[in-house]
């Protein structure tokens, strides 16, 4: 469950990060929605265990935020803070990383 939770938020900020190089945002915009309603898919399939629904909450409240900062990005002061800084895409990457460490993590204690 983790794994797959992890897989689809890695995929988004990925997606996102190479959205933000191209600036295709449409395209971006329809790719969060789709990973969000797979979330939701999967949350309704798997609603028996709490960790797991408070995981998949998290991931649609991620997927939802990137997809406001995604719409931020026109002409407006927020899109020039988020553009001039780079802030949304270190903190994406930031997660990247946080998210493969944690990958990692669950491989090596699944194996032993």
């Not at 028996?48 to 002409?75: H, M, N, R, S, W």
Request: with cysteine.
């Amino acid at each position: 469950m983790f794994l797959t939770l992890s897989v689809f938020i890695i995929l988004i900020l990925f997606g996102i990060w190479i959205t933000l190089a191209f600036h295709a945002w449409a395209l971006m915009a329809l790719i969060n929605l789709i990973f969000v309603s797979i979330i939701v898919l999967r949350l309704i399939h798997d609603a028996k265990d709490k960790k797991k629904l408070a995981l998949y909450f998290v991931g649609i409240a991620l997927a939802f935020t990137l997809i406001v900062f995604q719409e931020a990005a026109g002409p407006s002061p927020v899109s020039r803070f988020l553009s001039s800084f780079m802030l949304l895409q270190a903190v994406q990457l930031a997660l990247l990383v946080f998210l493969l460490a944690q990958l990692l993590i669950w491989a090596r204690a699944r194996c032993r």
